[in-house]
């Protein structure tokens, strides 16, 4: 199933190539360089890699004018404007939670298009998603038609399933951070799911989101006591992945709002996370009011 847009197309298509190159690469790129990115966390050798890749490959997209990722500072200007013409910004996390590389877990990539320029807010995306480097590597795509799940060999994409919906009674939760780091609000929310929901989290934003997808539930990265502002960020992982849920009929929020309504402020802002089942994601906003 190809996306009716000839960019959007071009840039899931090239994103899914390069994602299967990007997982064959990591062999012998687990160890760290001497460099931090732009939010203060210590590069692996694989981040600045996939970044290298994705940028190569997606900033030559006619069609796409910005490029940007949580590896590099500043946004790459590639083509046309998007603030003044047609043209789209793509902004992905290359390698999401690459610190499971020394364990060998789940990583995964998260893209958003977004018809603005960046910084921009989620309600400008056009399509997001994110490809699992579980033990089969798959892509989720969102649109403004659908959210479809697909599985990558060689760079090709086959269709698993078309419409991918949450499912209605949750059953899986995740939550980030240290417990004695969470504000008592929150700390008093996550007791309740507690003991209504079943732990599941692996420290990689993707394959604990794509639990949520599978099950039904919800995953949160709070504001913490020590980082009010949490630790995701806004551009290349709340909002990408706050469009697939809410694409799938589920909530994202970050405490007060739909991630998809803040307003950023810098390329590189963090914000709390949280998404899942709708009355969840209600609860939770009431608990934090
Ligand atoms: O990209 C940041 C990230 O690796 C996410 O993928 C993940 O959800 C989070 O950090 C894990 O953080 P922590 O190690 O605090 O659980
Ligand atoms: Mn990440």
Redesign the pocket.
Known sequence: MTVSDPVVEDVVATISRTATEIRQGLIGRRGTVDEENPSG?TQAEADVWADELLSDRVAGIDGVGQYAS?ERADVVACGDDPATSSAYAVAV?PL?????LKSNNAMGTIFGVYDAALPARGDTLVAAGYVLYGPITTLVLATDETVSEYELTGGERTLIERDVTLPAEPVVYGF??RVPDWPDDFREYAREIESELKLR?G????G?VNQVLTYGGTFG?PALQSRPTG???LQF?GNPIGYVVERAGGRSSNGSQSLLTVDPDDLHDRTPVHVGNDDLIERLEAALA
């Open positions: 966390e949580e996390d999401d939670g690459s610190s499971n980030g951070g989290y420290g990689a934003l993707i604990d990265y630790k995701l960020r992982e």
